[in-house]
């Protein structure tokens, strides 16, 4: 009987040390910089000590990761506080705790913008759920970092990338829909146009004015993209595993589709207006 050889780590093996060695290992100063994980939740306490664990096992020493939650009533907020104080340290965890659940580019706004006031120097933009591959996060880093762009986009749809094969038909259709309609509207070349795994570097997000973006839900990183590619920033993506949640429930909402929806007309609107000379309205960029 052959016996698995121990130095292969299985792509299905998802404990937090498979994952660790399965990332790329990235020359100084690249391992050391300084990364932030900016990462939203709402009701994700099932899920958030595994990606905790994951991320903090990566060959990237000075990763932090800020969380963000919006009052879970599940306690995720006291979950992830406590994990700060007495596992990890406030140097590496941080918690922002905001009232109430105000939507996902709500939580972003507010927590990239705390990043970066706090000095990261790269930040990741990430789900809680395990849908996004933390053992990726050293790779798109790499490629940012090597091609000199200036966001790196975790890829379902570029060559490569892969949908979790368990993800529901009709969220399977959904998301391809929303992609082909948004890069078919807004002359978008991107192949995963509504992905929500992403690193930029500090720079970019001044430049595409971060805290200026009013869009929630899947909008709100269509709106990114919408931004950068307006400013002529160079966007570069990368294949990922893209799996189904691990716990918890997803918080798609009707409202976040109809928002998706919409968003690509009025992005058009206000660029043609800064187009045509006349000023956005106040606080807004395009
Ligand atoms: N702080 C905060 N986080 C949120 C809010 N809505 C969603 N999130 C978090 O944002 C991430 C993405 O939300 P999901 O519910 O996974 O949405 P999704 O990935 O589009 O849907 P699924 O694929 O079904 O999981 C998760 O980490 C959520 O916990 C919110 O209103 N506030
Ligand atoms: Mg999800």
């Known amino acids: 009987m052959t016996q698995p050889d121990p130095r ?3 792509e299905d093996d998802t404990s937090a040390g498979a994952r660790a060695a399965r990332a790329v290992r ?3 100063p690249w391992a050391s910089a300084a990364v932030t994980v900016v990462m939203p939740t709402y ?3 099932d899920n958030l000590p595994v990606i905790l664990d994951a991320l903090f096992a990566l060959p990237l020493p000075a990763l932090r990761v800020l969380v963000v939650d919006d009052n879970s009533p599940d ?3 006291d979950l992830a506080e406590r994990l700060a104080r007495d596992t990890y340290g406030p140097d590496r965890l941080s918690v922002l705790r905001r009232p109430g659940k105000q939507g996902l580019g709500r939580a972003y706004v507010h927590g990239l913008g705390h990043a970066l006031e706090e000095g990261a120097a790269y930040v990741v933009q990430m789900d809680a759920d395990l849908s996004h591959p933390p053992e990726a996060v050293p790779q798109m880093l790499g490629t940012l970092l090597s091609t000199e762009a200036d966001v790196v986009i975790g890829s379902r749809y570029a060559t490569g990338g892969k949908l979790a094969e368990n993800w529901a038909p009709h969220r399977k259709a959904l998301s391809a829909w929303a992609n082909f309609y948004v890069r078919l509207l807004l002359h978008l070349r991107i192949r995963d146009v509504t992905a ?6 500090r720079e970019t997000l001044r430049l595409i004015d971060v805290a200026g973006i009013t869009s929630n839900g899947y909008a709100f990183q269509v ?3 919408y931004r950068t590619v307006r400013r002529g920033l160079k966007i570069v993506e990368v294949p990922i595993r ?5 716990g918890g429930h997803s918080k798609m909402s009707l409202g976040v589709q109809i928002e998706s929806a919409l968003m690509p007309f009025r992005l058009r609107r206000r660029a043609s207006r800064l187009d045509a000379g006349r000023p956005p309205a106040p606080g807004r960029t395009p």
């Open 43 to 45: 009701n994700e306490a």
């Open 196 to 201: 929500g795994f992403k690193i930029w570097r």
């Open 223 to 225: 709106e990114m993209n």
């Open 242 to 246: 893209f799996e189904e949640r691990r």
């Open 8 to 10: 292969v780590i299985s």
């Open 75 to 77: 306690g995720t907020g």
């Open 26 to 28: 990235l020359p100084e």
